[in-house]
């Protein structure tokens, strides 16, 4: 008698879940499946709680015994029964189709890589329930598989809450294919305090985020004023610091290639601490009026090539901070935004230490500056051996800048020391500009030494209101050409005092 009525139970219970399915989708998957955290095994446990819903007609299949006993076959189960049908992925009852001839063999001696899918980790992919415990768990399975891939499939929209990728125990060479999206939480408890990035990858030797997917940062109401009507999620949100919606963190051989990252609630890809990077064939996006909309930040970082990108944004499309060297960005196109920048350096009397930047072979336009160093006022350190060259500019405010002045609020208090600037190369650097074409502040006691102008032809965009000669303070160097229009303002030779590179400013 007891049996039969738990027997009938069971199957009651059955009955409601596969009705309510809809209901407690979100939660009920992740309960179910979730359990054995296994690799392979949490693969075949799935699969035998999705028979679960359609066993109810054939009459049979207890779930329970079909979980427990699998160990045994660990070998053949796979953690990557791709489910293409797109929406509900319900591999049909028969167990047979599974492992497929090609994915049949998991890890042993097979140089094809183990994929975690992280569907198969119970991510609904629609949208709306939230998926990042899934990520989590495709995670912590790939980190423990060298070259391994995570796989986010196409055709779905997971929503993902702020999230670590993180080693350092994990081994190399994980792959991050993205194909699908990739969207943030919008509510303010989701997100909250002091937050400092939304997706990051930490601590990881070869880690590379490839596909065609895309990273949907939703960051409108990050960027409203606060004139809104009193939102919650607003005044929580701006109430951070700035907020990364990529970041990689104390990684070596960094890839970032394909996807599109758009609409960051602030940066959109921030690395930091991080030695070989490549970012390539990539796409950043958010309109040109969002605030603090940086494109790519790069700090203390190393032997970074950034190129064949498409960044528009409300920020600067690329930054340069403190503690790079050896970083070589090129065939970018970058508009809106406010240009490719270094700095600002020297922030709160800090020391910055930036040398070997080259940028060539740039498409400007309809930004603030084309190419600019930055420093506040009080800061210590060097910035040497920069070139930029092959600068296309179109309607660009600015093209040109060096600010050793630079403050962004009404004003800041006058101070001796600054950051040190030598060794600065424009070549060729040619175009529209809507405001001024050349400005060089510099500082009276760290004078600019060692800037050169080749063949620099700045043509103003036609019949504005205002527009001013180029400018120099305390800058000194050399037109190898003449320039258009003539910078005369640039001193020639050294400047006199031998304040530049004094023993303060070794880096
Ligand atoms: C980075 O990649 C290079 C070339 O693939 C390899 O030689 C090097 O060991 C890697 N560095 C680390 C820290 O894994
Ligand atoms: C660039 O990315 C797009 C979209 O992901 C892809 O279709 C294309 O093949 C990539 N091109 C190269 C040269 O990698
Ligand atoms: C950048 O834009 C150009 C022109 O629209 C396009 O041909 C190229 O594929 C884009 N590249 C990426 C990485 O999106
Ligand atoms: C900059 O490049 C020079 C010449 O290649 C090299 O000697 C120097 O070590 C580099 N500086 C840094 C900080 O990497
Ligand atoms: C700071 O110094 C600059 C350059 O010498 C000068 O133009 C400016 O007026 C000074 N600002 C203040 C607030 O003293």
């Known amino acids: 008698m007891r049996k039969l009525s738990t027997k009938s139970l069971v199957l009651l219970l059955l009955l409601v879940i596969a009705c309510c399915n809809s209901i407690d989708l979100c939660e009920g998957r992740r309960g179910r499946h979730w ?67 090609a994915q049949g063999k998991a890890k042993p001696a097979s140089p094809t890589p183990i994929i975690y899918n992280v569907v198969d980790f119970g991510a609904q992919g629609d949208g709306v329930c939230d998926d990042t415990k899934a990520f989590e768990d495709a995670w912590a399975e790939a980190c423990k598989e060298e070259a391994s891939t995570v796989m986010v499939p196409a055709d779905y929209q997971f929503l993902v809450g702020p999230i670590s990728f993180s080693g350092p125990y994990c081994k190399p060479n994980i792959v991050f294919q993205l ?93 930091d601490n991080c030695e070989s990077v490549a970012v390539y064939n990539i796409s950043i996006s958010s309109p040109g009026d969002s605030i603090n909309t940086d494109g790519i930040h790069l700090q203390n970082s190393k032997d970074v090539n950034i190129h064949h990108n498409n960044l528009s944004c409300g920020d600067d499309c690329v930054s340069i901070q403190t503690g790079c060297s050896n970083i070589n960005v090129h065939s970018l196109d970058c508009g809106p935004g406010h240009g490719i920048s270094i700095g600002g350096l020297g922030r709160d009397n800090s020391k910055a230490c930036v040398a070997n930047v080259t940028v060539r072979d740039i498409n400007m336009h309809n ?92 043509q103003p965009q036609k019949e504005q209101f205002h527009m001013y000669d180029p400018f120099c303070w305390q800058a000194y160097g050399e037109l190898y050409t003449p320039t258009v229009p003539p910078v005369l303002c640039l001193q020639n030779g050294k400047p006199a005092s031998n304040r530049v590179l004094s023993d303060h400013d070794t880096c």
């Open 35 to 101: 359990r054995p955290k296994k690799g392979p095994a949490s693969s075949l446990t799935k699969k035998k709680g999705k028979g679960k819903p359609g066993s109810q007609h054939n009459g049979q299949g207890s779930p329970k015994p079909s979980l427990a006993p699998k160990p045994a076959v660990k070998p053949n189960p796979n953690p990557k029964p791709k489910p293409s049908p797109a929406q509900n992925p319900k591999p049909s009852p028969n167990p047979g189709s599974g492992p497929s001839p």
């Open 179 to 271: 194909e699908g999206t990739i969207i943030a939480p919008t509510n303010a408890k989701a997100w909250g305090e002091g937050l400092l990035q939304w997706l990051e990858f930490t601590k990881l030797r070869g880690i590379t985020i490839r596909g065609k997917g895309v990273i949907e940062g939703r960051g409108s109401i990050w960027w409203t004023g606060t004139d809104d009507d009193i939102d919650p999620v607003h005044t929580s949100m701006t109430s951070l610091t700035l907020l990364f919606a990529l970041r990689f963190y104390g990684s070596y051989n960094v890839t970032v290639t394909g996807i599109t990252i758009q609409n960051s609630p602030q940066c959109h890809l921030k690395f």
């Open 367 to 458: 930004t603030m500056t084309a190419v600019r160093i930055k420093t506040w006022q009080g800061g210590s350190g060097l910035v040497e051996n920069v070139r930029f060259s092959n600068i296309r500019v179109s309607e660009v405010q600015t093209p040109i800048i060096i600010d050793q002045f630079y403050c962004d609020h009404t004003s800041c208090r006058n101070q001796t020391q600054a950051v040190s600037i030598s060794g600065v190369h424009y070549e060729n650097i040619r175009g529209t500009f809507t405001v001024k074409p050349v400005h060089f502040a510099c500082s009276d006691n760290a004078p600019c030494s060692d800037i050169s102008l080749t063949n620099v032809q700045l």
